[in-house]
């Protein structure tokens, strides 16, 4: 009985052995293993690689996040208002104001001409026959006179013209720098963005040019007003220069047909108590 027990634990031991001695002589493929680690080392290198590019990412947005914040209290501590345009206000007790009033607040040409026509002093046509009976130098006075006046008509309208253009456009250019302001001030992060705050820059740039030309045209304005007095200055100035050389040349004609004719009636004068 205790012979075949054994006989049956031999059996079961070799059967158990038979699996691990037959292992033992499985065949090694390097080729395989050293391909498992290729693709091993770069599964491991594509896993930095996202790693890295997640970092960046979220470097780049906590970044962009800063950027778009605003402080709270900037437009408390820098907004500022200014001087506005304002329209113009006179007397009108004959009703010859309102026209030049007028055209300084709307800027039309005919509002500037009309007031204009009812403000100022219009000078009366010379009379043809009177202007042909004077001599050369009389005629080209009273001509260049006549185009003193005439150019500082076209100045002067056309200041009020340009004066009330620029102040009927001051409004919606108010409007416009006030919505600037906003935006510039905003702590709305969507108003703080790399795009939106280049469109703002470019935007306050481009109404820095508007109001320069305005102000050009301001500045040519006043130099053209300053042109017509100086023209009126350089014909004073013409005309006391030739008035000088006219009496230069007939001083000695004038002051002899004076002293000939202040002779003349004195001899004619009788001292005697008859007349005679």
Known sequence: ??????????????ALLAPAAHAQFAVFDASNYATALQEFGQLQQMYTTAVETRDQIVSAYNLAYHMSQMPQDLAAR??????????VSA?????????WVNALDVGSPSQAAQGYRDAVVQVQSYPGGSLAAQDAATQATIQNQYATS???QGTTTSTLATLGTIRSNSEALSQKLANLDADTYSTDPSQQ??????????????LQI???????????????????????QIDAQ??????AIYFQQNFPTTMQQITGGVSNAMHSISLSPTGH
């Open 1 to 14: 009985m205790k012979s075949a027990r054994m006989l049956c634990l031999i059996f079961l031991l070799l």
């Open 78 to 87: 820098y907004a500022t208002d200014f001087a506005l345009w304002t329209n």
């Open 91 to 99: 007397p009108n007790t004959y009703g010859n104001t309102s026209a």
């Open 150 to 152: 005439e150019l500082a």
């Open 193 to 206: 963005s790399e795009m939106a705050v280049l469109g703002k820059i470019n935007t306050a740039t481009l």
């Open 210 to 232: 508007h109001s320069q030309q305005d102000t050009n045209q301001i500045l040519a304005a006043s130099v053209q007003q300053q042109l017509v007095a100086q023209k009126q």
């Open 238 to 243: 013409n005309r006391a220069i030739n008035e």
